[in-house]
């Protein structure tokens, strides 16, 4: 148990490390205002395809495939659960429509880019990687198909045409995205990707994990902590975020694996309960502000959740 404490301990603290580094940066104010959307536009479109791509092309495998399909399915089982939850619980207590929808997404909704990733490879080691992809591929169509089209819904100016549906399907296939969409075109090719590509590739791959937490850390220091004054829906959303839909994912697993529906190994069972209590989406304040919902709210989470994931992931190291 000591063992298994100081190993979550030590991988959280290396993850804060760079991102106080980031923070640092921000308040230094050593880069323009523009540093922060550049990181993150070059992690999202170039790095994390090619890590993606080369995760599929490394970790899955025709014997793991139908595993890998069937763990994807009880995440979008859970998932899909805990939009239920969430949204009758803001029915329930009567939540206003401009925090509505911000409250289920900052429920349900996973960080898997900027900070699961990263968090899986201090905690797991690359072997966890095929894991991380089921959720990853999960938590991106559950973002884009249901938790971005509840906020979409709540403007009060909405629109409702075919071209924005078509937006939001087209929304799906982020860079990403795209980067496992090939790497399994490949793997049903038996095509794998060799000589100085595959370091070329490996070399921008690995720019993912220290240039997020950068990210993490740059936005930190662009936060008002004055302003971080939680109200009773922040508590609920932040139990949702780090307690309801852990706990969820976990009982949907262990339900699973008693039916003898699935037999899934303790790294697969951890890198999925962990992921399901990562923080919140970045980009919760950007969606907010253009649906014209309340800004103040969804920053407040999300910078709340950022706070909380460390203490609640050595928790449930601990219980795992």
Known sequence: MNNIFLISVN?????????????ILEKSKIFNSTFSQDISNLVVDIALPFSIFLSTQKYI?????????KGTILIMIAILLCFVISISISKIFHVKKSIRSLFVNGFVNSNTLF???????????????????CYFVANTIATWG???????????????STNNSWKKLINIFTPPMWGFIIGLIMFFGDFQITGFLKTAFSYLANLVTPLSLIFLGLQLGQTKLSALKISGLDLFTQIGKFVISPLVMYIIIVI????????????????????????MLTLLPVMASQSQLDVGFATRILTESLFLFPLAVIVIMLIL
Do not use: C, M, W
């Open 11 to 23: 991988s959280v603290l290396i993850i804060f490390t760079i991102i106080i580094v980031g923070y």
């Open 61 to 69: 495998t025709k014997t793991n495939f139908l595993l890998l399909l």
């Open 115 to 133: 900070v699961g990733l990263p968090l899986n490879l201090a905690l797991f080691g690359s072997s966890s990687l095929p894991y991380f992809l």
């Open 146 to 160: 249901i938790g971005i089209k509840l906020i979409n819904y709540d403007n009060p100016e909405k629109i409702v």
């Open 256 to 279: 699973a694996q008693r039916l003898q529906l699935v037999t899934l190994q303790p790294i697969f069972i951890k890198t999925l309960v962990v992921q399901s209590a990562t923080p």
